[in-house]
Structure formats: C-alpha cells, structure tokens
T-cell receptor, first 112, second 112 residues
Framework: KAGVTQTPRYLIKTRGQQVTLSCSPISGHRSVSWYQQTPGQGLQFLFEYFSETQRNKGNFPGRFSGRQFSNSRSEMNVSTLELGDSALYLC???????????FGSGTRLTVV | AQTVTQSQPEMSVQEAETVTLSCTYDTSENNYYLFWYKQPPSRQMILVIR??????QNATENRFSVNFQKAAKSFSLKISDSQLGDTAMYFCAPWAGQNFVFGPGTRLSVLP
C-alpha cells in the first residue's frame, strides 16, 4: 500500500511569507502528526490531528497551525515566516499510536 | 515532561560486526511504549523496533534487538551482523499516548 506522502519535497520562501505543507496519510490511518527537525533543536512535536480535530499540540507559536480534512489528509501552515523556521517538516500517520507511526519523507523548507 | 538522552552522538562499526546504541529516558508515565527509528540519508524515518513497557521480554526484530531495563529507564538497541544499509541516524523515542519525544540521535556509520 502507498506510504505517507508529503508535498512539496522542497520549498524556498522569503521571510514574512506564509507557506502550506501537505500530508496524505496511509489509507485508513486517522491520526496525523507533524514534527519539525532542525540541526539545533532536533525533532520537535508540532501537533497531532485525529478525525479532523487537533488532539495534541506542542510548544510552538500560533504562527504554526494545521488542519485535517475528512479524508484524513492534513495540511500545516506557517505564517509570517522567520529564518528560524527553516527545517525539515515531517508528517507521520498511525492507525493506532501504540503500534508506531509511519513517516513521510518530509518537506525541506528554506526561508531566505 | 519526558526527556531522552542518547550519549553517543556518533558511532562506527565494521560490516558484519555488532554494535549497541544506548538510550536513557525519563518519564512519569507508567504505561508507555519505546521505539527506535532510523533516518537514512533519504531522510525518511523508518521504524526499527518497538517495546511495550509493561512487557519484561526484550523485543527482537531480525538483526535488531533491545535491552530494556525499566527500573533504570534504559533502552539500548543492538544491531547484529551490521550491514552497509544500516548507516543512518538512530533515534530513541518514548511514546506515552500523545506524541513522541525524540532523543538527539546517534549517527551510525557501517564501514566496509
């Protein structure tokens, strides 16, 4: 079966702009989580969506938001981009959290 | 809050040999799961092995096994018969029902 698909793979944006990243989970998975990966901070949890509702949220400013659609596809949005937002953004989906999450290949965002 | 320590930032091992990656964590939860994920240069996070904290028996998955010491909050990963394809970043990650807390990672290089 198809894995977790993240689009786009690479993105370059200018400070102050906004960006939307997309994640299509494995078919049947209703939980989608987002993580930010940077060399300095490592992997940090952004938020999790389950059945179109945000179930958990990490410690990120309000500029970071997300949503989930009825088909479980998820998007995350970052507004007013800062240089420090440059990172690999990873999406992961799960049927049931304890069984583990399947990750996508990520979106590499560069803010210039 | 959970914290995860991986004390070996980098390791190397000769092909076909055995290597052990260490991980200690701190959690106040009683019911949780522990995961090892690997991230090769392709940057996709791949599940290596999973351990339920309530099980005393150490998990094994082909060449990968863990040494889980619940009282010591230690969860090391042993890779037997190392292969070139094992070259990757390895992350230890407890999961207690909400989100992963990833350790800083160990960069493993398998040398021919």
């Amino acid at each position: 079966k198809a894995g977790v698909t993240q689009t786009p793979r690479y993105l370059i944006k200018t400070r102050g702009q906004q960006v939307t990243l997309s994640c299509s989970p494995i078919s049947g998975h209703r939980s989608v989580s987002w993580y930010q990966q940077t060399p300095g901070q490592g992997l940090q949890f952004l938020f999790e969506y389950f059945s179109e509702t945000q179930r958990n949220k990490g410690n990120f400013p309000g500029r970071f938001s997300g949503r989930q659609f009825s088909n479980s596809r998820s998007e995350m949005n970052v507004s007013t981009l800062e240089l420090g937002d440059s990172a690999l953004y990873l999406c992961a989906s799960s049927l049931e959290g304890a069984s583990g999450y399947t990750f996508g290949s990520g979106t590499r965002l560069t803010v210039v | 809050a959970q914290t995860v320590t991986q004390s070996q930032p980098e390791m190397s091992v000769q092909e076909a040999e055995t290597v052990t990656l260490s991980c200690t964590y701190d959690t106040s939860e009683n019911n949780y799961y522990l995961f090892w994920y690997k991230q090769p240069p392709s940057r996709q996070m791949i599940l290596v092995i999973r351990q339920e904290a309530y099980k005393q028996q150490n998990a094994t998955e082909n060449r990968f096994s863990v040494n889980f010491q619940k009282a010591a909050k230690s969860f090391s990963l042993k890779i037997s018969d190392s292969q070139l394809g094992d070259t990757a970043m390895y992350f230890c990650a407890p999961w207690a029902g909400q989100n992963f807390v990833f350790g800083p990672g160990t960069r493993l290089s398998v040398l021919p």
